[in-house]
């Protein structure tokens, strides 16, 4: 365990700004620490409702009540502190936790493999999901498989093995994924929260049609104009049919979450 220390004063650096790692960002906030976020230039993220990288285009994001802004580097990140928000900003090496200096890193990429983040970068070094083993590259892995084991933290070994089928949602599991059925450019026809029938066409990539194998609502959807690979993830149906359900964060995230929480507390002694 760590030294104890301020609860406010810890430094949260969060890798990653897509659904899970917003969810977590989200519940460290409410919880008082210090957060500060970084992504790629364009995420490839679908729930956009509920995920702070849309700052990265919108200039900020609100979540729930928590708002992420858009900053230009790490030095604007105190200010941005100071004004209640967090700070986003991009910045795929991960180069900025020099700056920074972080109390903890929290690897929410979920690439299902270790894209750089490494035990020693921080005090306490978090990774969510597959690709990472605690006790090895990283301090703590925490559990992201839907399931009994959700927002296990792990100190001893690696998550569960990635599976490549997502997760079932009242008994719908990888037909309520949308994938893209070729490469090229995204052109969505649909909004997030539009009710859809199976069938129906929701977005397109370049002459072929992205449709839905279920009904439901579009809980997810790809940003207009991102270039896809064929099979990239391009969207998500909820058939549960609750439109609010978009808009807020899922209870996956929010055990994941608890999660990361539970390990930092422990670790500081907070």
């Known amino acids: 365990m760590g030294k104890p220390i301020s609860l406010k ?35 490839l993220c679908v729930r956009r409702g509920v995920s702070f990288c849309e700052a990265i285009v919108e200039g900020q994001k609100e979540v729930e009540g928590v708002t992420a802004r858009c900053v230009a580097s790490a030095e604007e990140v105190p200010a941005a502190w100071s004004e209640g928000v967090i700070p986003l900003f991009i ?61 296990r933290v792990i100190y001893d070994g690696p998550a569960e093995p990635d599976t490549g089928l997502p997760g079932e949602i009242a008994g719908a599991g990888a037909e309520r994924v949308l994938r893209a059925p070729r490469a090229g450019l995204f052109r969505p026809i649909k909004e997030i929260g539009a009710t859809v029938e199976q069938g129906e066409t929701v977005a397109w990539v370049e002459d072929q049609p992205v449709t839905a194998a279920i009904p439901g609502v579009l809980r997810g959807l790809l940003r207009d104009g991102i270039v896809v690979q064929k099979g990239l993830k391009a969207g998500d149906v909820d058939p549960r049919g609750r439109r609010e359900n978009c808009f807020t964060i899922s209870d996956k995230a929010r055990a994941i979450g608890g999660g990361v929480l539970e390990a930092i507390l422990a670790h500081f002694n907070c």
């Open 9 to 43: 004063t810890v430094r949260v650096l969060i890798r990653g700004a897509g659904e899970q790692a917003s969810g977590v960002a989200y519940r460290l906030v409410r919880a008082r620490l210090q957060v500060v976020m970084t992504e790629i230039p364009h995420p």
């Open 91 to 151: 910045d795929p090496p991960g180069n900025s936790r020099t700056i920074i200096k972080p109390h903890v890193i929290v690897d929410a990429i979920l690439a299902k493999r270790n894209l750089g983040t490494h035990t020693g970068d921080a005090p306490l070094v978090i990774a969510l999901g597959p690709g990472f083993s605690a006790g090895e590259d990283v301090d703590v892995v925490i559990e992201t498989n839907r399931g009994h084991d959700l927002g």
